[in-house]
Nanobody, 126 residues
């Protein structure tokens, strides 16, 4: 089992930055791809970014490409999402998730992720 805890959310102005953290316990993340997803009120949960188990590959949604960066610290068993140039439409609850299968590349499919955190709220004011 993997337990994931997100942190770093908050209120920020349009154009500002935040860094989200996803700390894992129970199993080393280094063998699993990790993704970030987000869900705004009344909308489905959508893919944001993912990183491979080795950290060598990343994948981003078009809406955040060039603004967000996903990275991992194996020693800390933690994955980060650096969010720059934030927009009001980035407002959502952000969730991290770990893949159900070891040694798989990053992907955008929710059904491939078996372990989820509780989420952290990000609010971007206009």
């Amino acid at each position: 089992q993997v337990q994931l805890v997100e942190s770093g959310g908050g209120l920020v102005q349009h154009g500002g930055s935040l860094r989200l953290s996803c700390a894992a316990s129970g199993r080393m993340l280094s063998a699993y791809a990790v993704g970030w997803f987000r869900q705004a009120p009344g909308q489905e949960r959508e893919f944001v970014a993912a990183i491979s188990w080795s950290g060598g590959s990343t994948f981003y949604a078009d809406s955040v490409k060039g603004r967000f960066t996903i990275s991992g610290d194996i020693a800390k068993n933690t994955v980060y999402l650096q969010m720059n140039s934030l927009k009001p439409e980035d407002t959502a609850i952000y969730y991290c998730a770990a893949d159900s299968t070891r040694f798989r590349g990053p992907n955008q499919y929710r059904t491939d992720y078996a372990y989820w955190g509780q989420g952290t709220q990000v609010t971007v004011s206009s």
